[in-house]
């Protein structure tokens, strides 16, 4: 399981959309840890309360193509569909939610994670520059906390500090027409331990993020520390006339079933967390 196809999953947590027009956003992800940078192109069309996303990574051309996420419904459920192999599964938010919560739980019971002092700050919110034409705000938020963990012979402490800042169209519509998908289904994983936490982020997110940047810096006990910065810039916004009859349908593939793709799942966000 590649980065490429965990990150399929992470983009049902920025937004769905519900536009009348097609349109049509190529985004740029780039996240460095500990100087070693990887970069993620993101293509994004929605219209009529479908969205397709389709991610490609610029050093190699044959990363991504043939799979996507397809939503058709305003964002109630989700394919993932990869033409390569002809395989598909179809998704319920709180099918998803649920899978995710159980993951986090179980790597936090596993290891023993303990977490406190968590603590989620407004720093500011003031008028930016347009970006493609749009009005932005500038929003910077700081989240704080201190961990401990535990597992067989290993233990140790540590602190996070995630420093947030994202130039932000207030109104959804303004942009895509869009409603945030995380804000319907992202604290209700069914984990009351998962779901406190989440919330911390659902406050922290306003309108149509046009670029953000996040810096985080997590320092063990000795001092030791180790960063990881991530940056998304929407690099086009425009508007399509005319796309492709079947955009927006779902082909003729075999599911995968449920249980396949919950050992994806779990297998993608243990490469994407690690």
Known sequence: MNKITGLFFLILFIHVAQARAATELEMVNKRTVDGETQTYLINA???????????????????????YLLSIDGGKTAHYIDTNENICHRWTNAEFSENLGAFLLQSTDK??????????IKLSEEPAE??????????RYALNFN???????????YALERRVDYWAVPEYEAVVGEVPLFQSFWQHTGHDRVDQQISSFVKSNTGF???????????????????????QLVKTLKEIENLPADTFQVPECRDVGAKKMNKKFKALLKDLLS
């Open 45 to 67: 069309l929605y219209q009529n309360g479908s969205s397709r996303y389709t991610l490609h990574d610029p050093e190699n051309d044959e990363t991504g193509v043939g799979i």
């Open 111 to 120: 290891f023993n994670v303990k977490t406190s002092d968590l603590e989620l």
């Open 130 to 139: 347009p970006i493609h034409g749009f009005q932005t705000t500038h929003y």
């Open 147 to 157: 961990a401990s963990y535990k597992y067989m012979l290993f233990k140790g402490e």
């Open 209 to 231: 993020r046009l670029r953000s940047e996040v810096l985080q810096t997590r320092t063990n006990k000795k001092g030791e520390a180790s960063s990881t910065k991530i940056v």
